[in-house]
């Protein structure tokens, strides 16, 4: 089977993290918020795009 070096070394260091915070998924979030504030680059938000009532057919 094929394994991927790169996604491997992801998984680690998510795995790591998660556990220095003993898997308190608040604790985490709270963390790379910080980390995002602290990294000093700008952050863009979008807003969600609208659906057109044409793109969605119901079928009953």
């Known amino acids: 089977m094929w394994e991927d070096e790169i996604l491997e070394e992801l998984h680690r260091i998510r795995e ?3 556990k220095s915070f003993n898997y308190d998924f608040k604790a985490i ?3 790379w ?3 995002q ?3 000093g680059r700008k952050l863009v938000s979008l807003q969600p795009k ?6 969605v057919q119901r079928i009953e």
């Open 16 to 18: 790591e993290h998660a």
């Open 29 to 31: 979030f709270a963390d």
């Open 33 to 35: 918020q910080n980390r």
């Open 37 to 39: 504030a602290a990294s």
């Open 50 to 55: 609208q659906q057109s009532n044409n793109a």
